[in-house]
């Protein structure tokens, strides 16, 4: 099958969370296992055009009301991955973040921005002069790229492409003034409670949802979460509905095979789950960079981006008694201001207990996995989350809240410790155990074993999209004979 991919970020090139990593390891393993043909649509930032290789033009996209018009390329990413990027400089080439400035505020313009790039997987998915590649089926993820599948439905009279639209992450949808429906050549007739409204505002990943064939979501667990009103925020209806319609679909995500301690290049020994003592080294590598005193203590981690859904602030509260009882602490992460000046207050409270590097540091972040007894992800809700799996991958058990993706992802007392609930009391008691199990050696050796045994790979999880990709094309056969 040739499948559009359409996503806003792309390890390698452009990253701020786990969408990238997914973005740039499913298409691949949809290449290997399920023989699928994959390119990858994404907007043109600094970063994409500079890394893209054998750029070459491929087509003039016209624009639509206030979308400005742009030039499609073709090329390939650092791993040969074939890529369309979106070159419109109006709209991309600015400093900062895909969907911000430097000091943290979203661009004003993100409705044109990604809608842009919605339009232009419809442009593509509907055949572009002089170019013979046409997808069977786009699959759109997150807010950014849902409204591609409204613009598929909203033009006339054009052969009907199946889509299948994939939520990362539900708290962020998306959501615009009504008033900008025109500008974004969204009808008149789609804002409506079946369509794009949302509490009267248009909702970007309400019309990806609503449009697409087939639903899917990062674990089967926040797949059930989600047709809940405590996580389903204010889309529980329509995602319940889907759910009972069999239309939503929860896939756990895989591990990158680079995310291996056997042959990762940044750590200063390699090990695997028979030569875990080669843990030690890294660690005493990672106490001397980020100044922990050097003594035999279990080494806590947390790599996060610093907001409220990572239960950043839980750590905080928690990070006194984890101190107390002989802890230290290593924290990379950046995100809200509060949060990252309260952190870096906590290094300067414990000095030798407790490091904390603000900022974004691929290399270092190998080097913590590598260096950590426990890994800490006290998360409020979790839609996959694949820093629990990295952890385990590298032999830090990890600590974390029973939600979501976590709660699919981790066997607790087995590969990790599982807490109940979002307090810093439950964090603190799944804490204990883990000190407890750090000092019946054998016990902690067991779990260290079974973590890094565990089965990550893409291979399950590309064949289970391969199958939603098959449902979606049969339920646009059956959509288009009735019409
Ligand atoms: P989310 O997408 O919600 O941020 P995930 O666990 O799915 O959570 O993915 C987070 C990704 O970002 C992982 O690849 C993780 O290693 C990386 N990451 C997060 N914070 C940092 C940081 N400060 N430095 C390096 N990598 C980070
Ligand atoms: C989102 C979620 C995270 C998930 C990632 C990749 O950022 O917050 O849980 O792992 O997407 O699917």
Redesign the pocket.
Known sequence: MKILFVTSELAGLV?????A?VSAALPRALEQVAHDEVRVLLPGYPGVLAGLRDAAPIAELPGLADIPPARLLGGRGADGQQLFVIDCAPLYDRPGTPYGDLAGADWADNDVRFARLAFAAAQIAHGLPEFDWQPDLMHVHDWPAALAPGYLAWQDGARPIPSVTTI??LAHQGLFPAHRLGALGVPEAAFAVDGSEFHGQLGFLKTGLYYANEVTTVSPSYAEEIATPQLGCGLHGLLGGLRDAGRLTGIV?GVDPAWNPRNDPYLVRRFDARSRDAKQRNAQAVRHSLGLAHRPAPLFSL???MVW??GVDLVIDACETLVRAGGQLAV???GDASLERRMHALSQRHPGSVAVKI????A??HKVFAASDFFLMPSRF?P?????M?AQRFGALPIARETGGLRDTIDDGITGFLFPDSSVRSLLGAVRRALLMFNFRPGMNQMQREAMRRDFGWDRPAQEYHRVYQRAQAACRTSARHE
Do not use: P
């Open positions: 990253k701020v969370g786990g969408l990593d990362h992450n995500n790599i996060a981006r859904q990572k990379m992460g950046a900022g974004y540091e691929e270092m972040a979790e996959c989350g694949l820093t629990q990295y």
